[in-house]
């Protein structure tokens, strides 16, 4: 029998850890937690706000073997992770399991080597309840916020929304972005370049005006005025430059610097990096901290003195600036500085080669550079404009030494040190008379605000102090599952640019085509999103307060730090809160939330208006006080709410439409309340929303119809002769029965001998299902 009983999260992690515990250790693992609130039940009591938790049915038969080890174990060691939520789960372990104190070790590290394990075994705690009750404030407040607010978006938006306290900040900010996108006015330009001849050696060197011309015959005036202008050089200046490496990852830079470089989404970035974690490669990756061990330290100066040279060492300590940092201590590094490759998955040996480059060049020499600007001046009559001089200026810059460079670069760095913006200069001297190759005059356009990709919507989460880095992957996967925000890419809008170029004493002018405000992989706010966000910053401003939001995690960390009492701060938020869902409930609006008028059809004269309908944002032709019922047809994917116009609503009821026969039958397009459909024979079949009603052909139809007659020949695995009222079909979970027009649950036994089974043996299903009693549910609604 063991003696020892170590409990871990996850099953890699155990695997990893009993490789460097001996004999007498069993290591265990929980799966994450082994009890939570009840999800179909409030699960809180409003007056103390004590939480009511329960052990899921999924995990009774883990939980009972945990018991059972823990029981003959002497000494139980609870080895979850270091942050409040892995505090939390050594705390229900202990509480569930009945764990004795005096025999229970709460220990905890931030990388799995066998150094770390060991020194933690050396040094164990107790568990801090000012971590757990941290976590349980969170858990129970965002609780309170979802429960609460999530029946009403039902009643007044439409069924089976859901609200979160920092999901619902984060799609204000996306529907904020998507507001000013729309707003933008945006104007055209001039830019002037010229590239410039030395008159000895021939060497050509670009440089911009000073400035840029509003409008094109601004810019053709200053090209005329060129033809007889002289170039020289007026003034060199030459100043050396350092750049530092930044410093080693945290949760936070690691999602954003892996979807910059990587093409990672936060939640990719998450999950190797846990894999990479467990298998002891890399030190926890939920951190605050950009604190470096002395250890990594030595072994990092190590490791560049002997790949690179002493001249590129440069020890350095940072200090964690982020308030109320609460993860680990350390930062995101590899655990062995030495090992700059591992054996892995293709994935997860990108990200180590990330982490482990940003950690060494933490570690390294600052980049020297020499930055050198010169002046050229224009020598010509009346060719100052607006009172102030013209002139030319071109950079050049020179990397002296590389440093950190040499195997780091970040977002504002080139490729090539002698990139076009900044290459190396010819020699150069004050007064020298230049040649002109060209002066070109390149019409651009002032550039919309972008849209927040995942990397930059974390940045702005953090710069705000909303929600914590560890979270951010769920947030961002949860508001695009519940579909209030989608991720895509815009084509952008394709305008005319101008050219005029000054070469040989004749400016030469040409138009080509350039596209703007192109981007991808961009978070948009659905229709649904929108209206949720307009609501709920209507009547609970407080929660969609991004002051609030930042000043909730304050009270977090104070609780965190023992400052503060939780559930006085659950109390304080409960008392303000739940005023405002009542008011709510009881408001009553003349149109729904969300609706909008767009005027009227001029055929029959009824208001024409959208809003958001069961089944997604509709358009509708009437009211329902109307005598005829309202006509309803659903929104292209590619129009919203907020800017459709009427003529474009009305497009929309060009519906039903006939394609041509098929089969010598009428194959027609429809709208119903659950979308758009293909009819034939008298069959229907959904149409895709990746398909456009209003231009689908024969062809795309037929194949629809096709495809759905072959779901259902597959669909119908077994009939029985005896019984016609007995089938056996195939659902989206597996074979089930179908007896009398009443569905049948059959076991995975049952499901692998479909084909077989007796028609006995499945009357005696029938027969056992239908003696269970009948079990039914209802939704629960806010109370009035």
């Known amino acids: 029998m063991k003696e020892n009983l170590v409990i871990v999260e996850s099953p890699a992690k155990a695997k990893t850890i009993e490789k460097f515990l001996g004999d007498d250790y069993r290591v265990m693992s929980s799966y994450g937690h082994i009890r939570d609130l009840k999800k179909k039940s409030f699960s809180i009591d409003e007056q103390t706000f004590e939480p009511q938790y329960e052990i899921p049915a999924d995990k009774a038969k883990l939980v009972a073997e945990l018991k059972k080890k823990a029981a003959e174990a002497k000494v139980v060691w609870l080895a979850s992770d270091e942050d409040r939520e892995g505090e939390a789960i050594s705390w229900h372990l202990s509480e569930v399991l009945g764990l004795n104190t005096e025999s229970t070790r709460r220990i905890v590290f931030h990388e799995i080597t066998k150094n770390a394990i060991l020194e933690a075994i050396e040094h164990p705690r107790t568990i801090d309840l000012n971590l757990v009750n941290a976590q349980q404030a969170r858990r129970v407040l965002d609780r309170i916020v979802g429960f609460k607010l999530s029946p009403l978006l039902w009643r007044k938006v439409k069924p089976a929304l859901s609200a979160g306290r920092v999901q619902s900040v984060a799609v204000r900010l996306i529907v904020e972005k998507e507001r000013e996108v729309n707003a933008f006015k945006g104007d055209s ?30 810019a053709q005036a200053f090209l005329e005025r060129c033809k007889d202008a002289e170039f020289s050089i007026s003034n060199i200046t030459t100043k050396p430059i350092k750049r530092s490496p930044f410093p080693p990852f945290t949760t936070s830079t690691l999602q954003q610097e892996a979807a910059h470089k990587l093409g990672f989404t936060v939640a990719q970035t998450m999950s190797i990096a846990q894999r990479l974690y467990e298998s002891g490669r890399i030190t926890y990756m939920r951190t605050d901290s950009v604190n470096l061990s002395s250890l990594c330290l030595n072994a990092s100066k190590k490791v560049i003195a002997e790949q690179m040279g002493e001249e590129y060492v440069k020890t350095r300590n940072y200090h964690t600036s982020a308030k109320g940092a609460q993860e680990a201590h350390e930062a995101i590094r590899p655990t062995y500085m030495e090992q700059s490759e591992i054996e892995a998955t293709p994935q997860e040996k990108r990200l180590y080669d990330l982490i482990w480059k940003r950690t060494i060049a933490s570690q390294m020499a600052d980049a020297e550079l020499e930055k050198t600007t010169v002046t050229i001046s224009i020598n010509a009559n009346r060719l100052s404009l607006n009172g102030s001089d013209d002139y030319f200026v071109a950079n050049g810059e020179v990397v002296k030494f590389d440093g950190f460079r040499k195997v780091y670069r970040d977002d504002n760095d080139s490729d090539n040190d002698n990139d076009s913006e900044n290459p190396i200069l010819p020699s150069l001297t004050t007064g020298l008379t230049l040649g002109v190759a060209s002066i070109s005059a390149t019409q651009r356009y002032s550039m919309r605000p972008a849209r927040y990709n995942e990397a930059s919507l974390v940045h702005k989460l953090e710069e705000l102090g909303i929600g914590r880095p560890s979270t951010y992957a769920s947030t961002i996967t949860t508001i695009q599952q519940r579909e209030y925000v989608s991720k895509s890419d815009k084509p952008g809008e394709q305008l005319p640019s101008e050219v ?40 609970f401003p407080e929660i969609m307060d991004y002051n609030f939001t930042a000043d909730v995690e304050k009270d977090f960390d104070e609780i965190a730090e023992g400052k503060k009492v939780w559930e006085e701060v659950i109390k304080d938020f409960y008392n303000r809160f739940n005023p405002l869902v009542e008011k709510s409930v009881n408001t009553k609006s003349e149109h729904r939330v969300g609706e909008r008028i767009l005027g009227s059809d001029p055929k029959t004269g009824k208001q024409v208006s959208v809003k958001i309908g069961r089944f997604g944002p509709v358009a509708q032709i009437g009211v329902s006080d109307d005598k005829e019922k309202p006509r309803f047809a659903q929104l292209k994917k590619t129009q919203s709410l907020e800017t459709i116009t009427l003529d474009e609503a009305l497009e929309l009821f060009q519906l039903p439409r006939e394609l041509g026969e098929f089969e010598g039958k009428m194959v027609t397009i429809g709208a119903g309340k659950y979308g758009p459909y293909v009819q034939h024979d008298g069959k ?23 495809q759905k007659r072959k779901e259902e020949a597959e669909k119908h695995m077994r009939v029985f002769p005896e019984d016609p009222d007995m089938e056996i079909l195939r659902g989206r979970f597996g074979a089930y029965l179908l007896y009398k027009e009443k ?3 059959l076991s995975k036994a049952q499901q692998a001998e479909a084909m077989t089974i007796t028609y006995e043996e499945l009357l005696a299903v029938v027969e056992a299902q239908d003696s269970k009693p009948q079990t039914t549910t209802r939704r629960r609604f806010a109370k009035k």
């Open 743 to 745: 569905n049948y649950h």
């Open 500 to 539: 005029m170029t000054l070469k040989g004493g004749q400016i030469k002018h040409s138009t080509h085509k350039m596209v703007i405000g192109a981007e991808r992989g961009r978070l948009v706010p659905t229709d649904t999103g929108t209206v949720v966000n307009d609501f709920l910053q209507e009547f």
């Open 189 to 218: 330009y001039f830019r002037l370049t010229a590239l410039f001849q030395l008159p000895e050696t021939g060497d050509e060197m670009k440089a911009e005006l000073n400035h840029r011309f509003a409008t094109r015959e601004e």
């Open 684 to 706: 229907y079949v959904s149409i895709p929303k990746t398909e456009d009603p209003l231009t689908m052909g024969i062809d795309q139809a037929v194949l629809l119809i096709e």
